[in-house]
C-alpha cells in the first residue's frame, strides 16, 4: 500500500523556518517524481515545488522562490521542504504528492496520484 | 484568482446526476488530454478520481466520469450518494509556464 507521511509542521513566527519531511512507503521512491501542494485555510490547491526521481531537476513557484528549498534522500525514501524566511501567507496545510504522467513535449508530470495527510504550517506573530 | 475556472458549488439530491465544470484555455484544458480530477473530503487530503480527462484509477466507481469539449472539462457524478458530498478540485496540465499544472478553485458539492 502506498503511503505518504507528512511531519514538521508547527506554528512560527514571520521570518522563521521550519522543515517539513515526507516519508514514503509502499513504492520505489526513487522511481517516483514529487511535489509539494498546499492548501491555504478554506482556499484552493497550489503547486509549492517540484522535484525529479534523481533530485537533479527542481522547480519553484514564484511565490517561494528564493526562500524554499525542496530536497530528497532516496535512501531513505524520504522528500523534504526547507522552509525559510517564512510569511503570514505561507500558512497552509502542506501536502507531499507523487508526480504522475509524462506530458508530450517536455515529459512534466501533470497529475499526482498519491497524497500525503499534510501538516499544517501556521505563520503567526 | 485560480487559473481554471469552476463554479463554486453545485447541489443534487440522492440518485441524481450531477456535472462539474472546469473551463480554461487552449493552453491548458483545451490543448491537451491532461485534466484531472480530485475529491478532498473536510480535513482529508484530496483523491484522485479521473485522470487524462476521462480514465478512472483502480478503485474508483465508475459513477464518476470525466469529458471534454473545447476549453471546459466536466466531471459527471451519477447515482449521486451522500458520500460524494466533498469539494471537487480540477486540475490540467498547462503549456504557458512552470510548473505545467494548474488547479481550479474547487467546487463544493452538497447532496441534499
Known amino acids: 500500500e502506498v503511503q505518504l507521511v507528512e511531519s514538521g509542521g508547527g506554528l512560527v513566527q514571520p521570518g522563521g523556518s521550519l522543515r517539513l519531511s515526507c516519508a514514503a512507503s509502499g513504492f520505489t521512491f526513487s522511481s517516483y517524481e514529487m511535489k509539494w501542494v498546499r492548501q491555504a485555510p478554506g482556499k484552493g490547491l497550489e503547486w509549492v515545488s517540484y522535484?525529479?526521481?534523481?533530485?537533479?531537476?527542481?522547480y519553484y513557484a514564484d511565490s517561494v522562490k528564493g526562500r524554499f528549498t525542496i530536497s530528497r534522500d532516496n535512501a531513505k525514501n524520504s522528500l523534504y521542504l526547507q522552509m525559510n524566511s517564512l510569511r503570514v501567507e505561507d500558512t497552509a496545510i502542506y501536502y507531499c504528492a507523487r508526480a504522475r504522467g509524462a506530458a508530450a513535449g517536455t515529459s512534466m508530470p501533470y497529475y499526482f496520484d498519491y497524497w500525503g495527510q499534510g501538516t499544517l504550517v501556521t505563520v503567526s506573530s | 484568482q485560480s487559473a481554471l475556472t469552476q463554479p463554486a458549488s453545485v447541489s443534487g439530491s440522492p440518485g441524481q446526476s450531477i456535472t462539474i465544470s472546469c473551463t480554461g484555455t487552449s493552453s491548458d484544458v483545451g490543448g491537451y488530454n491532461y485534466v484531472s480530477w480530485y475529491q478532498q473530503h473536510p480535513g482529508k487530503a484530496p483523491k484522485l478520481m479521473i485522470y487524462?480527462?476521462?480514465n478512472r484509477p483502480s478503485g474508483v466507481s465508475n459513477r464518476f466520469s470525466g469529458s471534454k469539449s473545447g476549453n471546459t472539462a466536466s466531471l459527471t457524478i451519477s447515482g449521486l450518494q451522500a458520500e460524494d458530498e466533498a469539494d471537487y478540485y480540477c486540475s490540467s496540465y498547462t503549456s504557458s509556464s512552470t510548473p505545467w499544472v494548474v488547479f481550479g478553485g474547487g467546487t463544493k458539492l452538497t447532496v441534499l
Open positions: 522535484i525529479s526521481s534523481g533530485g537533479s531537476t527542481i
Open positions: 487524462d480527462v476521462s
